[in-house]
């Protein structure tokens, strides 16, 4: 999955959902849809979690959307975690096919790690990565 993200200093924090890449498509309805659910964890209300656009459902689907969470400061993007899942979605069914978790907490990776790293770091500067999805 391509995203990029950054905090401004006015404590708003912009996540550049763009795409993603070779998804296994074997058990999904190509006619479906696909979106992305992105969490802002542990969430403070309902304006935590947001989702992009439904896209035709392929094996690189685009999104290019910026999502905006608000009243973040640097010191809370040390104990949050950005978690963004792509779900597929036909007329009846939701279906999770995978996610990112970007935090400084081990249980994530060391590329999840350090692009949320990046944005701590350099606010104002977009911190761009490719990570592969969780299943």
Same mark, same amino acid.
């Given at each position: 999955?391509?995203?990029?993200?950054?905090?401004?200093?006015?404590?708003?924090?912009?996540?550049?959902?763009?795409?993603?890449?070779?998804?296994?498509?074997?058990?999904?309805?190509?006619?479906?849809?696909?979106?992305?659910?992105?969490?802002?964890?542990? #969430?403070?209300?309902?304006?935590?979690?947001? !989702?992009?656009?439904?896209?035709? /459902? +392929?094996?690189?689907?685009?999104? *290019?959307?910026?999502?905006?969470?608000?009243?973040?400061?640097?010191?809370?993007?040390?104990?949050?975690?950005? #978690?963004?899942?792509?779900?597929?979605?036909? !007329?009846?069914?939701?279906?999770? /096919? +995978?996610?990112?978790?970007?935090? *400084?907490?081990?249980?994530?990776?060391?590329?999840?790690?350090?692009?949320?790293?990046?944005?701590?770091?350099?606010?104002?500067?977009?911190?761009?990565?490719?990570?592969?999805?969780?299943?």
């Amino acid at each position: 999955m391509s995203t990029g993200h950054h905090i401004n200093n006015d404590g708003s924090l912009h996540v550049l959902i763009k795409e993603a890449d070779d998804l296994n498509l074997n058990q999904y309805n190509i006619n479906g849809y696909s979106y992305c659910k992105v969490m802002l964890k542990p #969430e403070r209300n309902k304006d935590d979690r947001q !989702k992009t656009k439904s896209v035709k /459902m +392929g094996q690189c689907p685009r999104w *290019n959307e910026t999502i905006v969470f608000r009243n973040i400061s640097k010191t809370d993007m040390n104990v949050k975690e950005l #978690e963004i899942a792509i779900m597929w979605q036909d !007329k009846s069914t939701k279906t999770y /096919m +995978g996610s990112i978790r970007l935090t *400084n907490h081990e249980d994530s990776s060391n590329e999840e790690q350090n692009l949320w790293r990046q944005s701590i770091e350099r606010p104002n500067l977009w911190a761009y990565g490719k990570i592969p999805l969780r299943h």
